[in-house]
């Protein structure tokens, strides 16, 4: 009986026991979207409370030695390391110093069987966002890796990475299936980031337009659809008298071999230069037009950007871009031609530049929408800014 009963307990004990990593255990720093760091990635899922919130998120998948593991992801944690070899039960901890932009992270837990040739850990990190959100240029840190197994200490490993500005949107990265086939995440939902709806100037846009006298009042697609197109007007006009134009900056400073990124401009840059790409300008107009109750979104073709707004009825196109066609509005309802609408001329010549903008923009969106509506193609995208912040999506303001 006595025998039996320590028998029983041997085995109880050995349960609990940690092995030891075989003898050519190693392991190195896991860092994804070819050793980037994008800032506006980091902040606009700062919310996230499910990776169900993220739309096309996929684990990457990491090879070696002929064995393959999944890089599972928790919360905001992208960065981690790589273990080979490590055995099973084998007691891990990991920490990682990503400079100053992130708590040190640490991490432990106990491998399993599944998992004694080859895993992936990636920790949530806990990031010092305000530091994120006023990263204007690029520049790089030097991350600190280390790993004990058992107690007993490794070697700290360092890693160079590239950090981007805010300004730079990652729309698509490359990873690696589990069939072993090479494919790009969609991540075009990082454009909502910048649209940013509760941002104090569009009250003063709004305020300036219900003193042109086009529209009473801003409510949304409540109004019939002429009187959304009125409202929609009335923003076009002031934004126009306040001199915005289009800007053909699209290209950050900094590039990558496996990433997709676009130079965005926050609100505050966009409304200090008065300048405006395809994706800047289609930004600032959906944050206002959601901000008055019409439904807006940012519609992703090669190459462009615009927006599609609802008028209550069917979706409307809208090619930003055309607003800076004409210059200064005041120069150009100068001209002998625009003489006969007296004081009106300006306004004449804001809304010929909003209905070529309405014309272009339906043109666009009906020659693209069937790809649009499949959502198959990654080149095209409906970026649907209400349906993200349900999703806890936010927006970089600072």
């Known amino acids: ?33 070819d050793n980037q760091l994008f800032p506006s990635f980091f902040v606009a899922l700062a919310a996230i409370q499910s990776e169900e919130d993220v739309e096309g998120f996929t684990d990457a998948v990491v090879s070696s030695g002929g064995k ?52 992936v850990m990636c920790p949530a990190v806990v990031w010092n966002f305000d530091k994120l959100k006023h990263l204007n240029q690029p520049t790089v840190i030097n991350a600190k890796f280390w790993v004990s197994v058992d107690g007993k200490a490794n070697q700290a490993k360092n890693v160079t990475i590239s950090v981007r500005s805010i300004n730079d949107a990652l729309f698509a990265y490359q990873y690696r299936k589990p ?32 003193k042109t006298g086009l529209v009473n009042s801003f409510s949304g697609t409540q109004a019939d659809q002429n009187g959304v197109m009125k409202q929609v007007f009335a923003v076009w006009y002031v934004m126009q008298k306040l001199g915005f134009r289009y800007s053909s900056i699209t290209d950050s400073s900094a590039y990558g071999r496996k ?19 395809c994706v800047d300008g289609s930004v600032l107009f959906v944050a206002i037009l959601q901000k008055i109750g019409i439904p807006a979104n940012l519609v992703i073709i090669p190459g462009h950007c615009f927006v599609c707004f609802d008028n209550g009825k069917e979706w409307v196109g809208l090619e930003t871009t055309v607003m800076g066609i004409v210059g200064d509005i005041r120069n150009e309802a100068a001209r002998p031609e625009w003489a006969q609408f007296g004081d009106q001329a300006e ?52």
């Open 179 to 210: 069939d072993g086939s090479i494919a790009w995440m969609d991540a075009k939902w990082i454009f909502a980031a910048y649209v940013n709806e509760d941002h104090p100037w569009i009250e003063k846009i709004l305020a300036e337009a219900l």
């Open 1 to 33: 009986m006595r025998k039996s009963f320590c028998l029983v307990l041997l085995y109880c004990l050995s349960l609990g026991a940690h092995a030891k990593p075989a003898a050519d255990f190693s392991w190195d720093p896991y860092v994804p979207a």
């Open 68 to 119: 393959e593991a999944v890089a599972y992801m928790q919360g905001q944690g992208r960065f981690g390391v790589v273990l080979h070899h490590a055995g099973a039960k084998t007691k891990i901890r990991y920490s990682i110093q990503l400079g100053d932009l992130a708590e040190v992270q640490t991490f432990e837990k106990v491998t399993t069987e599944k998992e004694k040739d080859l895993t």
């Open 259 to 277: 990433t997709y990124s676009q130079y965005v401009r926050l609100f505050d840059d966009s409304i200090k230069s008065g300048q405006a790409n």
């Open 347 to 398: 306004l004449q010549v804001s809304l010929a530049t909003f209905d070529k903008a309405i014309k272009t923009g339906d043109k666009e969106l009906a020659e693209n929408w069937k790809a649009l509506k499949a959502d198959e193609d990654p080149r095209y995208k409906l970026v649907n800014i209400k349906e993200l912040r349900n999703h806890h999506h936010i927006n970089i303001s600072r």
